[in-house]
Nanobody, 123 residues
């Protein structure tokens, strides 16, 4: 089993930045593919970014390309989502998810999910 805990959410003004963290425990996280999803009120959960086990392959939704950056920490048990130039439409609960898989996963087919962290972009 893998436990995922997200942190770093909060309220920020438009144009601001936040860095989300996804910390894993329970199993060796090194070989896991990780994704960041978000779900806004009344909308479906969507994948915004994903990263493979090594960090060398990444995926971004068109809506966040050039704005968000996904990365793995040096210890490989943490994955980050750097979010810049935030807009009100980025407001959502952000979830990280993981799966024991070497490649990048661009579907919702992840095995482990965190509880989510709220990001609110508002003036």
């Amino acid at each position: 089993q893998v436990q995922l805990v997200e942190s770093g959410g909060g309220k920020v003004q438009p144009g601001g930045s936040l860095r989300l963290s996804c910390a894993a425990s329970g199993r060796t996280f090194t070989w896991f593919s990780v994704g960041w999803f978000r779900q806004a009120p009344g909308k479906e959960r969507e994948l915004v970014a994903a990263i493979n086990w090594s960090g060398r392959e990444t995926y971004y939704a068109d809506s966040v390309k050039g704005q968000f950056t996904i990365s793995r920490g040096n210890a490989k048990n943490t994955v980050f989502l750097q979010m810049n130039s935030l807009k009100p439409e980025d407001t959502a609960v952000y979830y990280c998810a993981a799966r024991d898989f070497l490649g990048v996963i661009t579907s919702p087919e992840y095995d482990y999910w965190g509880q989510g962290t709220q990001v609110t972009v508002s003036s």
